[in-house]
């Protein structure tokens, strides 16, 4: 299975287009992680969404402009539109960042988005923030989240 990609400004998307999963953080001004309450544990690496796409370019693109506007194709991003003035308030200056996992199939991407967002869940207790859903072709007694 591939590495995660070192965490990217998320204005600076990359050009390639291929199958990977993929996270978003919060950031303060100095690059650190805002720390997230969440239900069972503090995300101490501020993770605000994990998801999947075959063309990563396109699919960061739409969640920028849906955070400025509230109306590109992005539901995650339509989201934190209406709290994003807000949070870059009380954390001055915040920002987004993105890092990514290469896979070699839809299918991959599925099962992985799948995994990562069980052991999310599972470790504090919730989704990240601005997902909804998740799937559910892995059985609970099946998951391995020793790879994160």
Known sequence: MSEWSCWKNISKTTNCKFYCVFRIRLIDSGKN??????LLNDD?????????????????GNFQRAIK?????????????????????????????YSFKKMESEHEIKIEEERL????????GELPPLNANMGNKIKWDNLNCDLD
């Open 44 to 60: 101490e690496k501020g993770i605000m969404l994990i998801e999947k796409t075959s063309g990563i370019k396109a699919r960061l």
């Open 69 to 97: 506007n509230g109306k590109a194709a992005h539901s995650e991003g339509q989201k934190l539109y209406p709290i994003w003035d807000a949070l870059k308030c009380k954390y001055q200056n915040c920002s987004l960042e």
């Open 117 to 124: 967002q069980k052991c999310y869940l599972l470790k504090y």
């Open 33 to 38: 992680p805002i720390k997230i309450g969440r």
